[in-house]
Structure formats: structure tokens, C-alpha cells
């Protein structure tokens, strides 16, 4: 059921076995996945069902490192997080990108969890709406379009998959997807307006003992639950933990002072161009594709080997298509539409200098554009434009990229999030070897030329190519074994803290070059599955207590 948390709810205790504070990708998949099991649920969303600005602008903050979004701006505060600006673009992380690798300082989530999540992606693909789970190479066979033949020891064909129904760039509804589910599941409560505002551990600091809950209008209650999670994303649950100061020193569960460091994000940034060859169908093959009803669309993964032999990051690039503004066709096309609109062509003479020049390329171009009109195809778009090399980096694990607290208060009176992005000269060198590792392979297969990027060749230290961030806000409460390493274990339970867990991309140890979504719904499924048989093994804990709250739509 959904209900408020409504002004005359304030004061009063709530209890569940488990309690889950944020309603986005996360916190939604484990309440579901806990439906039915025997557990009362509580999912606490701060938000409601829809946009709010009042409860949004609780989400402003500082930037204090690399140029970034505001922080209000990149994450949405009501049902469904962040999830409801999601594209549904998704991927799962390799074997590799869970790897310990010696030339990436920190990296290396827990030994055996790449094979445990194999068992669970399958199941977030469900969950996600993606459709078969398949990544496989011969997928690419049944798209019709060209696949060459790369060396599979520099670079490896990328797919990603798109939800149902979806169109790219579109957002996904994974809240409002999910939402039924939810309402009709008696042993969940979505309570709706109720900001985590505190984490009250016990006398020891070894268990949560309450939560304190704070609605935008006053009200406020305590919770009490056999099991607390954490699901309110990347930033949010790094300053969820700091703000408890007054039970440690750091903050909950900072004893290393590792909460809030190794912020991560997926930097995205334009790292060269591809002019396409005239024998280039396959350029073709790096278009958005629909397969099985669902959209899909193959790019590239630097292979574990050269990122091996160069001591370089994951990449993962699409290839966007833009209109060539050397090419000759196109100059053509535009004086003869001048012409026949009865006007003097613009820039007549670079036109004509364009044409002139490359008299080659312009008969290869009209070939291709006959050929065209007599298969129904379009290959001579991708000959007469660039090929854009966009890359989204695997950022480097980095102590110095972090979350801390800023000193403005919100309007609940909480201390704002302060982020300071930075960046290494590992992650620069990687989109170079990267970049450079595409125009290699292209050039031998005779599929065209890649000019790499100024900004990347001047060795400088600004980021150009309009180099911005993803929306994945990861590492911030990493996993390890070792607490001296990490904030949780592989369980996500937070280390030294017997019954507080946490959920999201904070938890990543490492981003891999994958959009992080899926691999999130499926450390949820698997957490979901950890708490059921810690509960059921446990005995004596007290009935859970409703409390009077006001239904809410949903």
C-alpha cells in the first residue's frame, strides 16, 4: 500500500522488519522482492509521486571539483528516483570489470561475486523490461547490417539494450512501472513524504537502534526495524552517514574515514571523429537497431588485453552520426537546393572549392546514393558524414573524489551535500589509448579514418570534446572485504554495524564502462535474498506495529 506520511502521524514510533529509505531503482527492486516472503516492509520515499520543487531544491548542494550539474539537477527526490530522467539504456558489467587489476589502485570488488550476479542478471533484465538477456557477438548476425572483423585482443563489440516501449533518450517509468505491484503487495508500506533524517545507533555503535523520519511539513516519527537500508543513490547515502556525526566521530560507519570517498562517475566525452571509407557499409552496423522488440544498439569495449598491455581503463564508445561539413555531396546538395529555390547560392565559393577538391570522394558518394534508392537502404548517410567517437570512461578509483558536507542547511535543517569530482591522468590516458586503439583497427580493415581529438593530443590538463558526466554517482560507500578498504562488505552490510545495509552505485568498487542500472537491480535482487535468510534464521524479534497514516494514491 502507498500512504502519506501525514502531519498527524508525527511523533510516533513505526516498526517493520525492514526498512528501506529511498524509492528509486534500488529501493524499489528490493521491496519487491521481499513482497511475500513473511517480512513487513517499510520503503520511505522523500518525495511523492510526482515532481515537487519544494522537495527538490532539499537536493541542492556544492560542486567544489571539476565543472559538474548542479546537484539538484542530477537527481530527482520522489517515487522513483532518479530512475525517472533513466534513458533505459543497460548493460551488464564483465567478468572483467570486477577484476583486481595491478596499474588500477583500489580496484577489485569481492572474489566470487562476478559469478554470484550472473545468477541475478538475468532476472533484473525481467525486472527492467529489457527482453532476452543476450550480449553475445551473434546478436550483432542478426541485425543485417555488415560486422568486421575486429581484433578481438584491442577492441570487442559493446551492446546495450533499451527497455520496452521505450525510444532512446526517452525516460523510462520505472517507478510508475512498478507501482501496482507495490500497492497491491499487503506487506509493503510506501510511505510517502518521509525524509531519513538521522541514523540513531545503539549505546555500543555496533547496531542502528532508529531512524528518525521528518516530513517538509513537520511531522516526525521514529522507526524501528530488525533491518535498515540505505537506497537513496550515490550522493545521498554518503551524506546520510556523515550527518550522523554525533554517534562517531566521521559519521556512521566511518571509522577509516572512507565514507563519501572514491566518488565516481562515467565521464562522457567526444574523443575523435570517423570518416567513414567508401567501401564502409559497416558503419552502418553503429546505428540504434530493433531486435526481439526492443532497441538495441552495438558500439565498442577496449579489450581486457590492451587495457592490460597499456595499463589503461575501461572504454565503451557509440558512434553518432553528423553531417560532414567537408564533405563534396553535401556541398553539392546545398548549392544545387539554392539554385533551384530561385536564389544565389551562400558561401558559393567554399562550396565550389569543397566539390572541386575531392572529385573522387564526391563518384563514390553518388554511387553509394544510387545504390541507395535501388536497395532501400541509407549507407550513403554514413558516407557522407562523420562517424563521432564518444566515449564513456570506467573513472578511476580515486580517495580525492569525494562527498563531504557543506555548511548551508537545507530546509529540513540538515548540512548539504558538498561534491568534489576530480579526475586522474590515468582516466586521460585511457580515452587516448582508447581512441587511438579505434583509428588502428578501423585503418587495417579499410573502414575509414579516425582523427583523434585536439584536446586529447595536446597533453594538457583541461578536459574538452564537451567532457560531462553521466548521472551515475558510484563508489561512495564502497564494497571490501577489508573495512579497511571499504564501507560495506559483500553482503552491503555495512562494516561494524550489525543490521544497516546500503544499497545503489555506491557500493561499486570500481564503475566498469557499463551503465550502472542494471548491476544495481541485480546487487538489489541479491540483497533481497541475503536479508530473507538472515531473518529467517533469526528468532525473538518483536511483531511489527502498524500506525494510523493517511492512504495516498497510487
Not at 68 to 84: I, K, S, V
Not at 340 to 348: D, S, V
Not at 391 to 405: C, H, I, Y
Request: glycine fraction near 12%; charge should be negative.
Amino acid at each position: 500500500m502507498f500512504a502519506e506520511f501525514h502531519p498527524l502521524a508525527g511523533g510516533t514510533d513505526i516498526e517493520a522488519d525492514v526498512c528501506i529509505a529511498g524509492a528509486g531503482a534500488a529501493g524499489i527492486t528490493l521491496a519487491l522482492a521481499l513482497a511475500g516472503s513473511g517480512l513487513h516492509v517499510l520503503l520511505l520515499e522523500g518525495g511523492g509521486l510526482d515532481f515537487e520543487d519544494e522537495v527538490q531544491a532539499l537536493y541542492a548542494g556544492e560542486n567544489a571539483g571539476l565543472e559538474y550539474y548542479p546537484l539538484d539537477a542530477c537527481r530527482l527526490r520522489y517515487f522513483g528516483g532518479t530512475t525517472n530522467h533513466w534513458g533505459g539504456r543497460s548493460q551488464p558489467l564483465s567478468p572483467w570489470d570486477f577484476a583486481e587489476r595491478p596499474w588500477v589502485p583500489h580496484s577489485g570488488w569481492p572474489a566470487g561475486l562476478a559469478e554470484e550476479l550472473d545468477h541475478y542478471y538475468p532476472r533484473a533484465h525481467e525486472i527492467c523490461g529489457l527482453g532476452p538477456f543476450a550480449y553475445s557477438p551473434e546478436v550483432l548476425g542478426r541485425l543485417g547490417a555488415p560486422v568486421p572483423p575486429l581484433d578481438p585482443e584491442r577492441l570487442r563489440y559493446a551492446l546495450w539494450r533499451y527497455s520496452a516501449g521505450r525510444q532512446p533518450g526517452q525516460p523510462v517509468l520505472f517507478g510508475e512501472d512498478h507501482r501496482e505491484r507495490l500497492r497491491q503487495a499487503g506487506d509493503v508500506r510506501v510511505l510517502l513524504h518521509a525524509n531519513l533524517t538521522a541514523i540513531r545507533l545503539d549505546p555500543a555503535a555496533r547496531r542502528v537502534a532508529a531512524l528518525e523520519v521528518r516530513s517538509p511539513a513537520g511531522a516526525t516519527a521514529t522507526v524501528r526495524a530488525r533491518c535498515h537500508v540505505l537506497a537513496c543513490g550515490g550522493i545521498e547515502n554518503a551524506r546520510l552517514m556523515l550527518l550522523s556525526d554525533d554517534v562517531e566521530p566521521h559519521g556512521v560507519g566511518n571509522r577509516h574515514d572512507l565514507v563519501g570517498r572514491f566518488f565516481m562517475e562515467h565521464p562522457d566525452a567526444r574523443c575523435g571523429v570517423l570518416r567513414p571509407s567508401g567501401a564502409a557499409q559497416a558503419a552502418q552496423l553503429f546505428r540504434y537497431h530493433s531486435l526481439d522488440g526492443r532497441t538495441i544498439l552495438p558500439g565498442l569495449h577496449l579489450a581486457p588485453e590492451l587495457q592490460a598491455a597499456e595499463g589503461a581503463l575501461g572504454c565503451a564508445a557509440g558512434l553518432w552520426f553528423e553531417n560532414d561539413p567537408e564533405s563534396p555531396a553535401l556541398a553539392l546538395r546545398d548549392i544545387y537546393r539554392d539554385l533551384a529555390r530561385g536564389r544565389w547560392p551562400g558561401a558559393l565559393g567554399r562550396k565550389l572549392a569543397t566539390v572541386l577538391g575531392d572529385l573522387d570522394r564526391l563518384a563514390g558518394d553518388a554511387y553509394w546514393r544510387a545504390a541507395d534508392q535501388v536497395a532501400g537502404t541509407r549507407s550513403a548517410a554514413y558516407r557522407t558524414g562523420l562517424l563521432n567517437i564518444e566515449v564513456e570512461l570506467e573513472q578511476a578509483p580515486n580517495p580525492d573524489s569525494r562527498v563531504t558536507l557543506a555548511g548551508e542547511r537545507d530546509a529540513l535543517g540538515l548540512r548539504r551535500a558538498r561534491l568534489d569530482w576530480k579526475l586522474t591522468e590515468l582516466d586521460r590516458r585511457s580515452l587516448l589509448v582508447f581512441t587511438k586503439a579505434v583509428g588502428a583497427e578501423f585503418a587495417r580493415l579499410g573502414l575509414g579514418r579516425v582523427k583523434v581529438a585536439d584536446w586529447l593530443l595536446d597533453g594538457g590538463e583541461a578536459w574538452g570534446g564537451d567532457m560531462h558526466g553521466s548521472f551515475h554517482h558510484l563508489g561512495t560507500t564502497r564494497m571490501a572485504d577489508d573495512p579497511r578498504r571499504g564501507v560495506v562488505d559483500r553482503d552491503c552490510r555495512v562494516h561494524g554495524i550489525d543490521n544497516l545495509y546500503v544499497a545503489t552505485g555506491s557500493v561499486f568498487p570500481t564503475a566498469g564502462p557499463s551503465n550502472p542500472t542494471l548491476t544495481i537491480v541485480a546487487l538489489a535482487l541479491r540483497l533481497a535474498d541475503c536479508l530473507k535468510e538472515r531473518l529467517a534464521r533469526s528468532t525473538g524479534a518483536p511483531a511489527p506495529r502498524r500506525t494510523a497514516v493517511e492512504p495516498a494514491g497510487g
